[in-house]
């Protein structure tokens, strides 16, 4: 599949990001201090603010404003889903922990 042909990004709210956020300066100011935002709910693995969510974890939004600079929009979004795949690994639970909680934290 061509960059041109690249669907639009779309989050599936698994949270990853959400709990790597030492790894990027533009979301240090979400840092509850552990690395994870203090708006993420622990409890349900989503975003408790998500309607109202800051300006860098809003894809398209965050690119208008230019947050993102040197990239194509398409090239943005490709960029963008290597980043969660990559997280998603690095923060997928252990065996262990996927049998005491019968699900993926962070996953919808
Ligand atoms: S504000 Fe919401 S979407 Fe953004 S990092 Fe925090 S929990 Fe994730």
New binding site residues.
């Given amino acids: 599949m061509t960059s041109a042909a690249m669907p639009p990004f779309a989050?599936d709210?698994c949270?990853a990001?959400?709990?790597s956020?030492a790894l990027h300066a533009l979301?240090q100011p979400?840092d509850r201090g552990d690395g994870?935002?203090?708006?993420?709910?622990d409890a349900s693995g989503?975003?408790?603010?998500?309607a109202e969510?800051?300006l860098?974890?809003r894809i398209d939004a965050a690119y208008d404003a230019g947050l993102v600079g040197g990239l194509t929009r398409s090239e943005y979004h490709a960029a963008t889903r290597a980043a969660c795949d990559a997280l998603r690994a690095r923060t997928a639970p252990s065996p262990q922990q996927e049998g005491e909680t019968g699900r993926v934290p962070g996953a919808t």
């Avoid at 989503?46 to 998500?50: F, K, N, R, S, T």
């Fill in positions: 989050c709210r949270g990001c959400c709990r956020l979301y979400l994870v935002c203090r708006h993420f709910d989503l975003c408790a603010v998500y969510r800051p860098q974890c």
